[in-house]
Structure formats: C-alpha cells, structure tokens
T-cell receptor, first 109, second 118 residues
Framework: RKEVEQDPGPFNVPEGATVAFNCTYSNSASQSFFWYRQDCRKEPKLLMSVYSSGNEDGRFTAQLNRASQYISLLIRDSKLSDSATYLCVVNQAGTALIFGKGTTLSVSS | DAGVIQSPRHEVTEMGQEVTLRCKPISGHDYLFWYRQTMMRGLELLIYFNNNVPIDDSGMPEDRFSAKMPNASFSTLKIQPSEPRDSAVYFC????????????????FGAGTRLSVL
C-alpha cells in the first residue's frame, strides 16, 4: 500500500463548481498534513496546512480525519486559475515530507 | 529574495554521460532537499541536508547518484553514468528549519531541472 494515495483524476469541472479531493495515508504516526499545488511544468507550492479541527482559506477548505487516516480539500466557486495538480503531503515528526502523486483539476469556462 | 535557483533548467544528454545538477538555496535556510518527479512515481525525496551535512540519503536510487553540499549556498546532484530511466524533473527545495511548533517548516522549491537521457 502506498504511503499517500490520491485519485489522479482528472477532475473536469465548469467555472463556479464545487469540487472535492480526497487523500488517504497509511502511517498512523503521521503528524502534519498539507496540500501543495503544482501548475503545469512548474514547481510545487504550499497551498495550505491541514489542521485537526479543519481550516478554511477563502474558497478552500481542508479537513483531516485521523481515525480514518483521510484528508480532504474542498474548492468552492472554482476559477479557471484553479486548474492545477493538487498534491497531498504528510509527515511524521523528524522525517521528510511524503508526497502523493497528485490530483489533476481542470476548470473550464 | 530570488528564491531557490536551479541550473540548468533543461538538460539533454546521452546514456553514459555524467550529469551535474546545481542548486542555490534561499539564503539563511538550513535544510536542502533534492527530489525527483516522474509520472509513474510522482515526487520522491532523494536526499536532504541539514547545515550542509547529509541527513538521509535512503532515497538515492543507486550508486550512480551522488549529492554534495560544500557550503550553505550551493549543492550538486551528480549522476554518473546516466541512463534513460533517469529522465525526470529534478527539484531542489530549501526550508528555514525542520520543525517549528511541531510541524515541518515550509519548503520552497526551485523551478526544477528537466533531464532527458537519450
């Protein structure tokens, strides 16, 4: 079983749609969780951290379910500029980050 | 700050040749990471350094790969001899520290080196 698994997509949605990505991780000792965004042929950049209580940043909402070892990212009112690959990232204390392969989102007008 | 700088941006070489990738981390950052990204395997950590010292090189695929960090502002990843299966995008990233408040510091990535081995 891979350490971090994501549905690769692609998710094709119209502008204004709400879309949700899911991610599961295998190591129950994982302590920190993140979503990174990677545009086509660009480097990954931190989108947001994921906290146990759930957190929101504008149109983006991240949630964590430790019991199910599951992380989600919800994007509301999708924009064309949201088109990218979204990488789920986890780590245990004292170790390096582990990246999922990413979920590709394509928003069309 | 200019961010993490990698060179070259693109490298095309023939099988058996030596390839050297270069990275300049963000000034003041104590951690430097080398990653490889392919469609099949995604983003994989190869090695990381703390204060110029290699901490974990368990991700280095084989002896053909080596990495050095002679000083705080420069690191190299060398492949000798290169093989077609080494074709990938190689990213360098740096972070200010390792863990702050129980969570890893943000890693800032360079633009990557796209390597093609023919």
């Amino acid at each position: 079983r891979k350490e971090v698994e994501q549905d690769p997509g692609p998710f094709n949605v119209p502008e204004g749609a709400t879309v949700a990505f899911n991610c599961t991780y295998s190591n129950s000792a994982s302590q920190s969780f993140f979503w990174y965004r990677q545009d086509c042929r660009k480097e990954p950049k931190l989108l947001m951290s994921v906290y146990s209580s759930g957190n929101e940043d504008g149109r983006f909402t991240a949630q964590l379910n430790r019991a199910s070892q599951y992380i989600s990212l919800l994007i509301r009112d999708s924009k064309l500029s949201d088109s990218a690959t979204y990488l789920c990232v986890v780590n245990q204390a004292g170790t390096a980050l582990i990246f999922g392969k990413g979920t590709t989102l394509s928003v069309s007008s | 700050d200019a961010g993490v700088i990698q060179s070259p941006r693109h490298e095309v070489t023939e099988m058996g040749q030596e390839v050297t990738l270069r990275c300049k981390p963000i000034s003041g950052h104590d951690y430097l990471f080398w990653y490889r990204q392919t469609m099949m395997r995604g983003l994989e950590l190869l090695i990381y350094f703390n204060n110029n010292v290699p901490i974990d090189d368990s991700g280095m695929p084989e002896d053909r790969f080596s990495a050095k960090m002679p000083n705080a502002s420069f690191s190299t990843l060398k492949i000798q001899p290169s093989e077609p299966r080494d074709s990938a995008v190689y990213f360098c990233a740096s972070s200010l520290g390792a863990w702050t408040g129980g969570a890893p510091d943000i890693q800032y990535f360079g633009a990557g080196t796209r390597l093609s081995v023919l």
